[in-house]
């Protein structure tokens, strides 16, 4: 997760100065704490939901490749 938000940094530094913008530490936290609120919390929560059920029913099943 948090190489998602320093590759999130790097491509919006990329983008941002390829249109001649400024990417500021203010619009950095103001987008990254924004979006983090809105959008990673709720995906986090399915994926410690949904992922390890959907494991154990894999092992279960004998489809796991770590044996």
Same mark, same amino acid.
């Given at each position: !997760?948090? +190489?998602?938000?320093?590759?999130?940094?790097?491509?919006? %530094?990329? +983008?941002?100065? +390829?249109?001649?913008? @400024? =990417?500021? !530490?203010?619009? =950095? %936290?103001?987008? /990254? =704490? /924004?979006?983090? =609120?809105?959008? /990673?919390? &709720?995906?986090?929560? %399915?994926?410690?939901?949904?992922? &390890? &059920?959907?494991?154990? /029913? !894999? @092992?279960?099943?004998?489809?796991?490749?770590? @044996?």
């Amino acid at each position: !997760m948090i +190489l998602g938000r320093l590759i999130y940094v790097i491509v919006r %530094l990329v +983008l941002l100065g +390829l249109s001649g913008n @400024e =990417f500021t !530490m203010t619009l =950095f %936290l103001s987008d /990254a =704490f /924004a979006s983090v =609120f809105t959008k /990673a919390v &709720p995906g986090i929560i %399915l994926h410690l939901v949904l992922i &390890p &059920p959907v494991v154990l /029913a !894999m @092992e279960r099943a004998g489809l796991s490749l770590n @044996e």
